[in-house]
Every structure is written in structure tokens, then in C-alpha cells.
């Protein structure tokens, strides 16, 4: 068990530009969640996976960001025509189904700058 | 909606001092409570969690109960470290908000002096 990965740890990128994001989340969980935290905040909700279904998406995710998860392992978050708004820590987490669903394991953050 | 209130920090205590970290929430169901720490340069991790009323959650010697009279679930530890220096995240879960999805405080920084 290697715990929730991230990748990119660091990403800067220029107003306008696509990103994309991956994590890679515990090997047996099927629950897949994703977060933001700005400097100084608590994480906040964006979306959730069960397996390959995206269940719910925040009213935080506006229709530049999608997240997929296409096998139900991976996901990835992408964001299009970046703002300097979206520069943040971007946090994935995962969790099993069969323990108590809340009982979420977090990976390191993409941090993300939007110049 | 649901809301996690913590009490303001920064927080600057001097190693073996007691402390106490408050956390108020606000729900309409039957939360499950969490504690989440935020160790420098690392990803949350979670401290310990309690999933009903009057339960106990504990671990590394730090210490919440989980009060619905109150709706509280305030963090104490008897004796801290430098190497509890971080910062500290109650958090809520909620079923009948739909996803299993997390509610945060606004975390709490706690520097420890030796």
C-alpha cells in the first residue's frame, strides 16, 4: 500500500492554459474525491467517484474543470482557460466503500499557480 | 448547509503545556466527526474520528469527544511535542448531504516551543 499519489507536486502555468491533474488513489478503494484549498482554508469539496460513476460535483466546479475516471482506478482533473482564481492546492482522496466512507486517505496536493 | 466553525489560530504553546483546539459544527443530520492534521510539507492525515454521540476518538495521545448536547468535538492532548507542530483540521461527514464528501474548518496552526 503506497497511499494516495499526485502528480504534478508543483504546476505554474500561464492565464489561459489547459492543466490536468492525476491521482492515483489506493489500490482497493473505490471512492475517489477531489478538493481545493486556498492559503489559509480548510479543503473544499469538488467532486466524487464511485468506481468509474462521477456522483456529484460542486457548485465550486464550474464548466471549465472536468474529472474523469475512466477505469475506476486513476483520475484526472483537468482545468481549461486557467484564471489566476484557480490557484490553489488541489487535493485528491480515496476511501474504501466497506469502512466508514468519511474515513478519507489524502494524497500531497497539486499546488497549482496561475500567473 | 452543513458548517465546521474552529477556534482561531495561530496557537503557540511551550513543549509538555496542555492543549485544547474547539470545534463547533452545524448539521441537520447525525455527523460522523473527524480530526485531520496537516504536518509541514505533508498531506492531511487523518488523527482520529468519532462516528456517534458520546464515542471517543483517539490516537498519538490526543483526545475528542463527540458532543451532540453541545455539537462540539473540541481536540486536547495532556502533554505536547515540538513534533506536534502543524496545522489542524475538524472536519464533518454527512450522509444525507448526498456524496460522502468532507466539510472542513478553516484549520488551526499549532506551534510548539521547546
Known amino acids: 500500500d503506497t497511499g494516495v499519489s499526485q502528480n504534478p507536486r508543483h504546476k505554474i502555468t500561464k492565464r489561459g492554459q489547459n492543466v490536468t491533474f492525476r491521482c492515483d488513489p489506493i489500490s482497493e478503494h473505490n471512492r475517489l474525491y477531489w478538493y481545493r484549498q486556498t492559503l489559509g482554508q480548510g479543503p473544499e469539496f469538488l467532486t466524487y467517484f464511485q468506481n468509474e460513476a462521477q456522483l456529484e460535483k460542486s457548485r465550486l466546479l464550474s464548466d471549465r474543470f472536468s474529472a474523469e475516471r475512466p477505469k475506476g482506478s486513476f483520475s484526472t482533473l483537468e482545468i481549461q482557460r486557467t484564471e489566476q482564481g484557480d490557484s490553489a492546492m488541489y487535493l485528491c482522496?480515496?476511501?474504501?466503500?466497506?469502512?466508514?466512507?468519511?474515513?478519507?486517505?489524502f494524497g500531497p496536493g497539486t499546488r497549482l499557480t496561475v500567473t | 448547509g452543513n458548517s465546521v466553525t474552529q477556534m482561531e489560530g495561530p496557537v503557540t504553546l511551550s513543549e509538555e503545556a496542555f492543549l485544547t483546539i474547539n470545534c463547533t459544527y452545524t448539521a441537520t443530520g447525525y455527523p460522523s466527526l473527524f480530526w485531520y492534521v496537516q504536518y509541514p510539507g505533508e498531506g492531511l492525515q487523518l488523527l482520529l474520528k468519532?462516528?456517534?454521540?458520546?464515542d471517543k476518538g483517539s490516537n498519538k495521545g490526543f483526545e475528542a469527544t463527540y458532543r451532540k448536547e453541545t455539537t462540539s468535538f473540541h481536540l486536547e492532548k495532556g502533554s505536547v511535542q515540538v513534533s506536534d507542530s502543524a496545522v489542524y483540521f475538524c472536519a464533518l461527514g454527512d450522509a444525507k448531504q448526498g456524496a460522502q464528501k468532507l466539510v472542513f474548518g478553516q484549520g488551526t496552526r499549532l506551534t510548539i516551543n521547546p
Open positions: 468519532a462516528t456517534k454521540a458520546d
Open positions: 482522496a480515496s476511501s474504501s466503500g466497506t469502512v466508514n466512507p468519511y474515513e478519507q486517505y
